[in-house]
């Protein structure tokens, strides 16, 4: 899922210092919330780590709740499950984007989210999966490849045009991500294709508070291309709904 990940946690979780234990174990968890479930083979290939640190670190997370084995295959445990349902910093923002969610599903049947800046990356803070969804689940905690449509919504129209450029993430050189910016900036909204699977399109709207400043980006992972222009409308408007949503909360209340 995240670009990078896998030669920086295969450097490290195998040495014997906490931090890089740590980093292999949570890389683990983000490959398994990826996937749904998958055996020893494709979690060391998915995250780059050597087979012998992952199998160690798998049994270590079984042994803690945080993991399931089942047959020789992972997956995502009950207790990290209690444990992700305990982030509510973005309530009011989940329980706000309820309806403009739905909406938004069930006019284009397409996987929806929406997506905040938290702890350097976007994060999506409540979805709805639907078609595509084996592309990209969409759910709450997960974090967004550095190239994504909501990443380049804040990095193009978060800021002041005078802002300096944020760096090009992985794969984009300068010039592309200089013309992806500007192109972002002419439209309102950011649309990537991903080579996953064959073509993927991800479309990105922002989310604007009263100041208008913007808090969040309305995600959808476009499953038909044809009826793109029918997704774009339906997102615009989704979006301008929930920023209405946000723009009603009294002053000083957090989103």
């Known amino acids: 899922m995240e670009q990078g990940r896998g030669t920086c946690a295969g450097g490290e979780a ?13 890389v683990l968890l983000e490959e398994m919330a990826r996937v749904g479930e998958a055996g020893l083979s494709a979690l060391a290939a998915g995250t780059g780590l050597p087979k012998t640190t992952a199998y160690r670190l798998l049994g270590q997370l079984v042994e803690l709740g945080a993991v399931e084995q089942h047959q020789g295959r ?3 445990g009950a207790t ?7 982030w509510t910093a973005h309530r009011f923002l989940a329980r706000s984007a309820a309806g403009p969610l739905r909406h938004l599903a069930l006019e284009t049947r397409a996987t929806v989210c929406v997506a905040i800046p938290s702890g350097g990356r976007m994060t999506v803070v409540t979805g709805i999966a639907a078609a595509a969804r084996e592309f990209f689940p969409h759910l709450p905690g997960q974090t967004l490849p550095p190239d994504s449509a909501a990443d380049v919504v804040f990095a193009a129209l978060g800021s002041p045009p005078s802002a300096r450029t944020p760096p090009p993430p992985p794969d984009h050189t300068a010039n592309q991500w200089a013309r992806r910016l500007r192109t972002a900036r002419e439209q309102g909204l950011d649309l990537h294709q991903y080579e996953w699977g064959g073509e993927r399109l991800c479309l990105a709207v922002p989310v604007h508070a009263a100041s208008g400043e913007i808090v969040a980006a ?14 774009t409308e339906v997102a615009r408007r989704s979006a301008r709904m929930l920023s209405t949503s946000i723009q009603r909360l009294p002053p000083g209340r957090p989103t």
């Open 74 to 76: 992972y997956r995502v």
């Open 14 to 26: 195998g040495s014997p210092g906490g931090r890089g234990v740590l980093a292999g174990a949570f």
């Open 218 to 231: 309305v995600g959808v992972a476009v499953p038909d291309p044809r009826r793109l222009a029918h997704t």
């Open 80 to 86: 990290l499950a209690r444990l992700g349902r305990s």
